[in-house]
Structure formats: structure tokens, C-alpha cells
């Protein structure tokens, strides 16, 4: 109830604000509208709306051989262009695989940001991270615990914008020893 109370305050809040001029508005209130518009990174963000097939490999251990990997991607708008989620499908090891992120952009702290939990785990993965060239590069990192040795790891995700229809995801693993751990690779290209 108090959630309800808190959002109906806010909506009030910018809805009232936007009916004043900017001349006439609280500086408050300005800054509380600007950080909410979405802005360049969720335009940035936005590309990777569509369906998508992916192909590419998995490692499980340092030094082991790749699995292959396929399967399907949904990534649709959500909030107005402010965060954006992505409904993944596919096999691991033989066994269905469903995964759900949101992804978004923090314009108040200046970072993207990211949660990610699937069908093989009960763990959500909190992501932080930036882009460079333009957009074309997003890094990320999630701190996580390894479920069959307890350490503490990172897993540090790199998605790059190839082309309107073309993009290549890479993970790594950081903390396993002094080179991070490519753990998969999977290269996207839209339906």
C-alpha cells in the first residue's frame, strides 16, 4: 500500500509539473523530470529491440572444450523506453533454458545497469557498467557467488553493436586466476 501511496504522489508531482512552464517549475522538479525522460543510452539501448536467433560456444572450465550453443531472443520496450527486457531461450547441455534480463540506464548515477536470472539458478545478477564507441559497446559487471567452490566471482559481460541485425555478446568470469575466463560467446542476428 505504501508503494501505491508513494507512486500516486509522483505521478501527481510530474503531472503537475509538466503543465507548468519551465520558467514556472521547481528546480526540484526539473531535475527529478530530466533524470526520468530516457535520453542517448536508452536510444542506444533501443537497437536491440526485436527477435533474434544466436549461435556460438559455452566453456565450462578453463581449458575445456566449447559446447555449442543456439537458441532465441525477445527483447522488447518497457516503461516508456526506459528499461528494456530480454526473454531468452535456448538448450544447455540438454536441458530447456529460459533467461530474463531488464536492462537500463541510470542517468542520476550516469551508469547502466542490469539484473539477469534464469531456470538453472536462484541467483539474480545485478550488473553495472558503461558504454564507449558511440554506443556500439556496452561492458558490464555483476559480482556473484560460485555455486560449487563458494568464491567470490564477477562475471563481466561485453556486448557489441556489429550492425542493425548483428551483434556479438561475450562473458567472462574474473577471479578465477590472474586472466579472465571466457565462459561464452554467442553472436546475434536479428529474424
Not at 98 to 126: C, E, L, P, Q, R
Request: a negative charge; hydrophobic letters at 40%; one cysteine or more.
Amino acid at each position: 500500500m505504501k508503494r501505491f501511496a508513494i507512486a500516486a504522489v509522483l505521478v501527481a508531482l510530474v503531472a503537475g509539473g509538466a503543465s507548468l512552464g519551465a520558467e514556472e517549475m521547481d528546480p526540484n522538479m526539473k531535475a527529478m523530470i530530466e533524470a526520468g525522460t530516457p535520453g542517448e543510452h536508452h536510444a542506444h539501448l533501443a537497437q536491440a529491440v526485436g527477435s533474434w536467433n544466436y549461435k556460438g560456444k559455452m566453456w565450462m572450465a578453463p581449458g575445456a572444450p566449447p559446447m555449442d550453443a543456439a537458441g532465441t531472443s525477445e527483447v522488447s520496450e518497457m516503461l516508456g523506453g526506459r528499461y528494456f527486457r530480454t526473454d531468452f531461450k535456448g538448450n544447455f547441455m540438454g536441458m530447456p533454458f529460459h533467461g530474463f534480463g531488464m536492462d537500463g540506464y541510470d542517468k542520476v548515477a550516469d551508469k547502466h545497469i542490469g539484473v539477469w536470472s534464469d531456470n538453472m539458478s536462484t541467483t539474480m545478477m545485478h550488473f553495472e557498467g558503461e558504454c564507449s564507441d558511440g554506443g556500439k559497446t556496452m561492458t558490464m559487471v555483476a559480482p556473484f557467488t560460485d555455486a560449487a567452490s563458494g568464491m567470490k566471482l564477477k562475471m563481466k559481460s561485453v556486448t557489441e553493436i556489429v550492425s542493425d541485425s548483428e551483434f556479438k555478446w561475450t562473458a567472462y568470469v574474473l577471479g578465477m586466476g590472474e586472466q579472465p575466463f571466457k565462459t561464452m560467446e554467442l553472436v546475434y542476428t536479428r529474424q
